[in-house]
């Protein structure tokens, strides 16, 4: 089994900031990726961003300049940094990893926290 855990969501204003936490733990032999993913009521799953191990990231369009991914490998966690949010941030965000265990690479999931961003 491998468990993600967020936490660090919440309510805030337009321009504030907020910082996403996510631990994996359980049963695997190494995390390839770690990132996150949001949903907005009636939305799809939108990707948000990603670090691979050896350090490169990736980030949504909606998101470059203004979200900040980043790992402790050491303590298997995900951090998101948020700043400058604005209302259509307001999501579901969820943290995921890509995982092997059992000579088998797959991607997990965490239930996700609610971001809202609001006057």
């Known amino acids: 089994q491998v468990q993600l855990v967020e936490s660090g969501g919440g309510l805030v204003q337009p321009g504030g900031s907020l910082r996403l936490s996510c631990v994996v733990s359980g049963s695997f032999d190494r995390i390839a990726a770690m990132g996150w993913y ?30 900040a991914v980043s790992r402790d490998y050491a303590k298997n966690t995900v951090y998101l940094q948020l700043d400058n949010l604005k209302p259509e ?21 965490g239930q996700g926290i609610q971001v809202t961003v609001s006057a």
């Open 89 to 109: 941030d307001t999501a579901v965000y969820f943290c995921y990893c890509n995982a092997r265990r059992n000579r088998k690479l797959a991607d997990y999931w």
């Open 38 to 67: 949001r949903q907005a009521p009636g939305n799809q799953r939108e990707f948000v961003a990603v670090q691979v191990s050896g350090g490169a990231t990736n980030y949504g369009d909606s998101v470059k300049d203004r979200f």
